[in-house]
């Protein structure tokens, strides 16, 4: 009855709640949690880049982390999407079996 988190940024925060809103309708998670604001400074193709973006955590369930971040990969509209999944060692007991009733098939 493991659970994930899967963290991932956005360019757009109507990206994010429209993927949001997809990966839970096809079950690959319970919820997401979107943070509107975040500064990323990064290094892409040679150039140091400080953009405004937003962040999702992504509930999901252990049977569906893999299939939530492929899902994630395709509909990104990022190049390279950052996408990074933790496992939750404790979480209260009925939000995990919520997590995965949500996600189950």
Not at 51 to 62: F, H, L, R, Y
Not at 84 to 96: K, L, Y
Request: proline share 4%; hydrophobic share 40%.
């Amino acid at each position: 009855m493991k659970i994930y988190f899967i963290y991932v940024t956005f360019g757009s925060l109507n990206d994010a709640k429209k993927l949001g809103n997809k990966l839970v309708k096809n079950k690959l998670a319970a919820c997401t949690n979107i943070i509107p604001t975040i500064y990323s400074t990064y290094v892409w193709k040679n150039k140091t880049m400080m953009d405004k973006e937003c962040s999702m955590i992504v509930k999901t369930s252990k049977a569906k982390v893999k299939a939530a971040i492929k899902f994630i990969i395709k509909k990104h509209p990022y190049e390279c999407p950052a996408i990074s999944a933790f496992p939750i060692e404790f979480a209260h007991i009925d939000f995990r079996k919520w997590v995965n009733e949500q996600t189950n098939n």
